[in-house]
């Protein structure tokens, strides 16, 4: 939430929220990859 915050504050590069999902994504299993 804090990576996306930041985003949306022009504080960080969208890609550290991207980065921040998708870490968030394989600690809870959920990472689904086509």
């Not at 804090?2 to 980065?19: F, I, K, S, T, Y």
Request: glycine share 2%.
């Amino acid at each position: 939430m804090d990576a996306c915050l930041q985003v949306l504050r022009g504080e960080a590069h969208p890609a550290v929220a991207r980065r921040a999902f998708v870490a968030a994504a394989l600690e809870a299993q959920i990472l689904r990859c086509d």
